[in-house]
Every structure is written in structure tokens, then in C-alpha cells.
């Protein structure tokens, strides 16, 4: 079964730094892989989406990469701002979409 | 995300009870799929459906039952079997590109639900 670990648990940052979001999964037979952002009581705004012949994805500040063969996924926030400050979760889809999540980084953006 | 409405937005259930989270969508999505979200867990699949009148149990459907008679509307019944219904629950959906990859699954804003 596929295992989706995200490291770290939570990351507080000043603002203006960039910053690296890590996901690693055990099944590299991987179909996609999406980045998520949930703020506190909300439901999750999708971010990015990889798919498995891509090896990164670009959306103006955000930057996520994928290496199917090391089982690593990367997501690059480039210029920080208070506004980013939020859970991002990765999930790695397997048939049909079904996705596995990771447990999320809580990131804190500091003015 | 716009064109997804879970309602309601919290919800309590006695001891016994059988709930219903609504779930209804506006993006001519065909596949849907319900959530769980516990804390310090990530999501947990609960059932998805990718066509009316279709659907397939997910990793944790014990306690739960869906139906699927509309393309726009997918329900979660939370039944008396299911001993620890406490969490928020999420509804997604996802269309297909022409090339049959998939696209982003698209998520509601959730349902908390109680038990009193």
C-alpha cells in the first residue's frame, strides 16, 4: 500500500525566505502527484499536479518537482509572504485517481 | 472550491443515529469522492465514484454507504455502525483530460461532524 510521508511536520519562517516542502512515497508506480493547501478549517486548494512522465510543474511563486524513482517529491516557495501561511499536503495517485495523502507541513510565514 | 457545496457545515449525531453529509457540484465532474480528516492523520478515502450510478469502496468504508444517482450529487451516510464518526469530512471531484490523464481533484469546504 502506498506511504506518504511529508517532512517537516511544521516550519516557521521570516518573511521573504524560500523555503522546500519534502513528500516521499514507497509506490513508484505513481500515476500523479498533486501539492495542497488547506487553511484552518477549510477544505484544500489544489496547487499543482504532476504527472508521472513530468518532472516539475511551475504556478508563479510555487515551483513542485517529482523524481518517481527516488520516491521524492519537492515543493519550492520562492519569496515567502504571511499570506502563505498554511498546512500543504502531497498526495500520490495511484488508479482511477485514488489519492494518498501525507499528514502535511504547517507552515508559518513571519512578518 | 467553487462549484462544490458540502453542506452542512457542522453536523451532530446521537448514539444510534444514521447521518447524511450532502454533497452536490456544478463542475460536470464525473468522478467524486468522499474523505476523512482526522488530526495528525492525513486524508483517509472513504468511497469515490467515477460514473452515475457506480461506485467502489475505499480504504476506510466500514460504517459508511454512498450513492451516486446523479452526476451532480454524491452522499455519505455516517451510519450507527461506524463507532468513531467524529472528524471533518471533505468531497472532492476530478474530471479527465482527452488524453486520460487526470486532472486535479477539486475539494469542498468540509463538514465537521459531532457526536453529542
Known amino acids: 500500500k502506498q506511504e506518504v510521508t511529508q517532512i517537516p511536520a511544521a516550519l516557521s519562517v521570516p518573511e521573504g525566505e524560500n523555503l522546500v516542502l519534502n513528500c516521499s512515497f514507497t509506490d513508484s508506480a505513481i500515476y500523479n502527484l498533486q501539492w495542497f493547501r488547506q487553511d484552518p478549517g477549510k477544505g484544500l486548494t489544489s496547487l499543482l499536479l504532476?504527472?508521472?512522465?513530468?518532472r516539475e510543474q511551475t504556478s508563479g511563486r510555487l515551483n513542485a518537482s517529482l523524481d518517481k524513482s527516488s520516491g521524492r517529491s519537492t515543493l519550492y516557495i520562492a519569496a515567502s509572504q504571511p499570506g502563505d501561511s498554511a498546512t500543504y499536503l502531497c498526495a500520490a495517485s495511484t488508479g482511477a485517481n485514488n489519492l494518498f495523502f501525507g499528514t502535511g507541513t504547517r507552515l508559518t510565514v513571519i512578518p | 472550491d467553487g462549484g462544490i457545496t458540502q453542506s452542512p457545515k457542522y453536523l451532530f449525531r446521537k448514539e444510534g443515529q444514521n447521518v447524511t453529509l450532502s454533497c452536490e457540484q456544478n463542475l460536470n465532474h464525473d468522478a467524486m469522492y468522499w474523505y476523512r480528516q482526522d488530526p495528525g492523520q492525513g486524508l483517509r478515502l472513504i468511497y469515490y465514484?467515477?460514473?452515475?450510478?457506480?461506485?467502489q469502496k475505499g480504504d476506510i468504508a466500514e460504517g459508511y454507504s454512498v450513492s451516486r444517482e446523479k452526476k451532480e450529487s454524491f452522499p455519505l451516510t455516517v451510519t450507527s455502525a461506524q463507532k468513531n464518526p467524529t472528524a471533518f469530512y471533505l468531497c472532492a471531484t476530478s474530471g479527465w483530460n482527452k488524453g486520460g490523464s487526470n486532472q486535479p481533484q477539486h475539494f469542498g469546504d468540509g463538514t465537521r461532524l459531532s457526536i453529542l
Open positions: 504532476i504527472q508521472s512522465s513530468q
Open positions: 465514484s467515477q460514473i452515475v450510478n457506480d461506485f
